[in-house]
């Protein structure tokens, strides 16, 4: 009796799989939709990480609209100027130029940045941000717990002594995960900016200056000394808060220099400035902080 | 007791008064996965009136035909019940994207999504399987195709009204002056709770 009713329960799944499979399979090759060889081709070229920092879904999407003309050949960010050659070349498109960028944290607080509360629960930016704002004084400034240095996917991030994350401009593609990651990315504490950017400003906040000042002893003050003493016209204080123009900045280092704050940086690739510089540690950062911990 | 008047009944009773998600909580990933904003919620509430009635119709026609003659229904409703409509979404997919792109696209990542979701299995097994049916209306031991279809539409419609319902107040907070402590995935909760009261509020009707 038992047998029999399992012979009938492994006849009946049985015939139900038989049946729903061979209807699929004969739906797979009667339903089949033609797809552009020139697809595959771009999709094997693109880097196939499903990144996302072209604002599409995936690599495979990505390359179905290059074919079909929606997308430009050179809208991958992770894959640069070499991906862009490749594909241009499948599709027989005229070369295209990358406006390659990369990642830049417009905040100096860390360890200098006044905190509100003892924060003692998951080391996680995003959790940290979601107790009444975070641990930090500030509203806009690094919370440190490193979520963009875990999200990183090109290992381009490492968070330093200060808490805060420091980006190597060698390794960083500007795919954005970080700016995305960070749940302060949306109101720019990681921006993407012209990888021939020189000079980064390490405030991003947009309250009233005195609480800035509360907040964090690098804070910018908008004292203007930037936008005076720049030779160039290339920096300007925007809503009591300075803001570089990429376009004209030369990345002379005036504005570095005269800074009460020290919150203006040298940043990315520039000549005769080493690595240590090179990755954003201001000139004098350390004295700063232990001033800020000791007050 | 009319038919017409039965098939209002086994309608209203779905949608309302026996809501999926608000008075049975059911298939509540969804409810707070794709309610951020009202166009991912339609194009979920829509995906999901679609697989429902095609899920329900097969499960229907396997359990009259093929589980219930055999005798093995009992036991081996979960893992065939799964197995038809893993595979039904699966052709309506390999269907949509060959007959109409329009409508493939439109539906997109949701179609998938759904195979798995518990709504749509317990709809479809209480459209199917006798004594799965708990609503207090003279049908017999089980529901006919017609009444099974009827009552899946009003299941899965009841489901659309509500988590469109909950996607338009959640847009409605964003803008709100909800406090820190409770910005964001506290207040959806608080939402819901209320949201799921006044559902609760419509049983007793027509004594249901």
């Known amino acids: 009796m038992d047998l029999v009713l399992i012979a009938k329960a492994i006849g009946a799944l049985s015939l139900i799989g038989l049946i729903t499979s061979s209807i699929l399979s004969t739906a797979a090759k009667r339903f089949h939709v033609e797809v552009d060889v020139r697809v595959s081709e771009v999709a094997a070229a693109l880097p196939g990480s499903n990144c996302g920092a072209c604002g599409r879904p995936s690599c495979f999407a990505v390359a179905e609209g290059m074919v079909a003309g929606e997308i430009e050949p050179n809208a991958c960010v992770a894959g640069g100027q070499s991906v862009a050659d490749e594909i241009a070349a499948i599709l027989g498109a005229a070369t295209c130029e990358m406006a390659s960028v990369i990642c830049a944290r417009n905040c100096g607080g860390g360890a200098n940045a006044t905190r509100v509360y003892e924060y003692a629960g998951v080391p996680s930016c995003a959790a940290a941000n979601r107790l009444a704002g975070g641990p930090i004084g500030c509203a806009y400034g690094c919370i440190g717990f490193g979520d963009c240095e875990r999200a990183c996917p090109f290992d381009a991030i490492a968070m330093d002594e200060r808490g805060l994350p420091v980006i190597d401009p060698a390794k960083c593609t500007g795919c954005g995960i970080c700016v995305r990651e960070c749940p302060r990315g949306q109101i720019q504490l990681l921006t993407l900016v012209p990888e021939a950017a020189p000079i980064v400003v390490r405030c991003n906040a947009h309250d009233k200056v005195k609480d800035r000042r509360g907040n964090c002893s690098m804070a910018c003050i908008a004292c203007k000394k930037c936008e005076r003493e720049c030779p160039h016209d290339a920096i300007h204080v925007v809503d009591m808060l300075a803001v570089v123009d990429y376009e004209k900045c030369t990345g002379c280092g005036t504005c570095v220099e005269v800074c009460p704050q020290k919150c203006i940086d040298f940043y990315g690739h520039r000549p005769g400035v080493d690595a240590v510089a090179a990755d954003g540690r201001g000139p004098d950062t350390p004295e700063v902080a232990s001033v800020s911990e000791g007050a | ?208």
Do not use: D, H
């Not at chain 2, 009992?74 to 007959?99: D, G, H």
């Not at chain 2, 708990?134 to 419609?157: C, E, F, P």
């Not at chain 2, 909760?189 to 009261?197: D, N, P, R, W, Y």
């Open chain 2, 1 to 208: 007791m009319s038919t017409v008047s039965q098939f209002a009944l086994l309608f209203i009773g779905g949608a309302l008064i026996n809501n999926i998600l608000l008075t049975r909580f059911i298939g509540l990933c969804p409810f707070f996965g794709v309610s951020g904003n009202m166009e991912t919620s339609m194009g979920m509430s829509f995906a999901v009136v679609f697989v429902m009635m095609m899920a329900s119709t097969a499960t229907w026609v396997v359990w009259e035909f093929v589980l219930a003659p055999l005798g093995v229904g009992e036991f081996l409703y979960i893992p065939a019940f799964i197995l038809i409509i893993a595979s039904l979404v699966q052709f309506v997919e390999m269907y949509l994207r060959k007959a109409s792109p329009v409508l493939y696209r439109a539906m997109g990542i949701f179609l998938p999504l759904i195979t798995t979701n518990c709504a749509v299995l317990a709809t479809a097994t209480e459209s199917a399987k006798p004594g799965f049916f708990k609503l207090n209306i003279a049908v017999g031991a089980s529901l006919s195709l017609g009444q099974a279809l009827i009552y899946t539409l009003g299941v899965s419609v009841g489901f659309g009204f509500a988590l469109i319902t909950f996607a338009a107040l959640r847009e409605r907070l964003e803008l709100a002056g909800v406090p820190r402590l409770f910005k964001g995935t506290p207040i959806a909760f608080i939402t819901a709770g209320l949201l799921s009261l006044a559902y609760v509020g419509f049983s007793g009707w027509f004594g249901l």
